[in-house]
């Protein structure tokens, strides 16, 4: 016997406790109470479905389902792609160029608040791009100030800030192409753009998926970009709201609709949930290629 | 040899230019911070004319930016230290000890990992309320002070270890808390810096959940601390920039200082994550 029976209990109760208390025990709890009308003054009655009916009749959800949709499309595409040709700008060693990927990781640890304050003074409608806009003869965008527009400066800022950390798992991936393939790519005669898509864009196609998966869960999640632009508002009239704020503002405070606020968590759950899958069983169809 | 000095010019341009926008936005939050109330901040100009560091001063006679600073700075450390030990000691077992419920353990800490904290975070403010712990710095340390990810990453670098040392320190009759101890946690030193840096950066970071289960300000973090500092003095941006400027420094001499974890550490995330 290498150790008592309870040992090994003792060396998990920690870790357990916290996951339990603080992840499992509230996720059930969620399930439960998205049955309920519960308010944030506690207790709330069985009301069955009725949440979920409420929803499918609720603009707002609808509104705010569409727009963490949109987002997730919309910053997918940009984060697989610019981080790629960045990483291979980057990864040739030449002389700096420790500086240059450790300048480009910079907006990745900036805490995503001191982000979301700088690009809110830069979009602003006198910050420093539109004196730009207006120094080329444009007229001034309201960046922050049209719902649609709101939602694409946002989906900027969260671009801008994944494309170090994104840069750092394609430098990675980038790393184990074989070098020959490039090499007879050449003797083939194949310029840089057709090597691109013929020799490393299929090597990379398992660290692409990966960062579709990831950027498309990270960008249904979005929150505190939208939150920050707008000032807490979710743009004019809340129209730019994501699930994720509405979750929030439905939720939160002592006026907070808990019952409500968990059947739309659930749903939220869901449909990460559903990303998560589809991301594994593309990973899978990807190993057996 | 001329077109390789070619390319060689293009690729230098190109990081250049992707240095300029990554680094640009900062740039020119610190210049904003360093200029003079006199100065019109409105105008595009990267050079202050009378620089001066003395908004860094008046943004704490606004708000207690330093304050702030302290109760992220409690948070994160807590969190560095009970994410090592914690995510270790269950590692340890999940990887080193056999025991029945071994299994049901390490299904617990998998689930978690697929549980998005955006979806349980109202019924969390409940469990909080419930322990009479909404409004304090513990309530925002606990639900981050283990996570699973961690205690799997753990796990995976005492897998990696081989087993003979430990076979031979069991026959010396070492117990399992002076094996993990002195022989386990030493060898997985990489893994802890990354575990630590990486809670460091997330507690830091954290917004959404100090910003649901803090209501006083003398509580908040740097990070609610300051969305309150721009949505009040929204009027003088010198203030907010100094307020930004202050809450990313800490984080970039950090990055500086242990840069080749960070890098390690992202690799790692992504494989796990």
């Avoid at chain 1, 990831?214 to 730019?240: H, K, M, Q, W």
């Amino acid at each position: 016997m290498t150790h008592r029976p309870y040992t090994p209990w003792l060396f998990l109760a920690p870790g357990l406790a916290i996951c339990l208390l603080f992840v499992i025990f509230p996720f059930f709890n969620m399930i439960v109470l998205a049955f309920t009308d519960a308010s944030a003054l506690g207790g709330g009655q069985f009301t069955g479905v009725d949440n979920f009916v409420r929803m499918a009749g609720d603009p707002k959800f609808w509104a705010a389902a569409r727009n963490s949709l949109l987002y997730m499309v919309g910053v997918v595409p940009p984060l697989v792609l610019l981080p790629l040709l960045i990483a291979m700008l980057a990864q040739k060693v030449v002389p700096g160029i420790g500086i240059f990927r450790t300048a480009f990781f910079t907006p990745v640890i900036a805490s995503t608040v001191v982000v979301g304050l700088i690009w809110t003074w830069l979009l602003d409608s006198r910050g420093l791009v539109n004196s730009v806009v207006e120094a080329l003869g444009g007229t001034r965008i309201g960046f922050l100030t049209d719902s649609t527009l709101l939602l694409i400066s946002s989906m900027v800022v969260t671009v801008w800030r994944g494309l170090g950390y994104y840069m750092v798992i394609y430098l990675a991936a980038l790393a184990n192409v074989p070098k020959d393939l490039h090499e007879a790519a050449m003797v083939d005669g194949a310029g840089p753009v057709r090597r691109f898509w013929s020799v490393t864009v299929p090597s990379l196609r398992p660290t692409m998926v990966l960062v579709a998966a990831l950027s498309a869960v990270n960008g249904f999640r979005v929150f505190s970009e939208i939150y920050l632009l707008s000032g807490g508002t979710g743009g004019p009239g809340g129209a730019s709201t994501t699930l994720v704020m509405l979750i929030q503002s439905v939720g939160r405070g002592l006026t907070g609709e808990v019952g409500y606020a968990s059947a739309l968590s659930v749903v939220l759950f869901v449909i990460l949930l559903g990303l998560l899958l589809i991301t594994l069983k593309l990973n899978r169809r990807e190993d057996q290629l | 040899m001329k077109r390789a000095h070619g390319s060689l010019a293009l690729r230098y341009l190109g990081l250049l230019a992707i240095l300029a926008i990554s680094i640009g936005p900062f740039l020119w939050q610190f210049v904003t911070s360093i200029k003079g109330p006199n100065e019109d901040v409105f105008v595009p100009d990267f050079v202050p004319d009378d620089p001066t560091f003395g908004n860094y001063a008046a943004v704490a006679d606004v708000v207690p930016v330093w304050s702030f600073a302290l109760n992220s700075l409690g948070v994160a450390s807590v969190n560095v230290v009970t994410n090592c030990l914690g995510a270790a000691m269950a590692g340890y077992a999940l990887a080193r000890l056999k025991f029945r419920g071994r299994r049901f353990a390490a299904v617990i800490f998998a689930s978690s990992i697929l549980v998005p904290f955006e979806a349980i975070m109202i019924s969390l403010f409940l469990v909080m309320r419930g322990f009479g712990l909404t409004n304090t710095l513990t309530a925002v340390v606990l639900p981050g002070a283990i996570a699973a990810l961690n205690v799997l990453l753990m796990r995976n670098a005492f897998l990696a270890l081989p087993a003979e040392v430990e076979e031979a320190a069991i026959i010396d009759g070492a117990n399992a808390w002076q094996r993990f101890t002195r022989l386990a946690l030493p060898s997985v030193k990489g893994t802890l810096v990354v575990v630590a840096l990486f809670s460091f950066m997330f507690s830091w970071d954290d917004f959404l959940w100090p910003l649901i289960v803090l209501s006083d300000q003398e509580k908040y973090t740097l990070t609610i601390g300051l969305a309150y500092l721009q949505g009040t003095f929204v009027q003088n941006q010198r203030l907010v920039a100094a307020g930004t400027i202050i809450a990313v420094v800490p984080l970039i001499l950090l990055f500086l200082l242990l840069q080749k974890h960070f890098f390690r550490g992202v690799g790692e995330g992504a494989i796990k994550g």
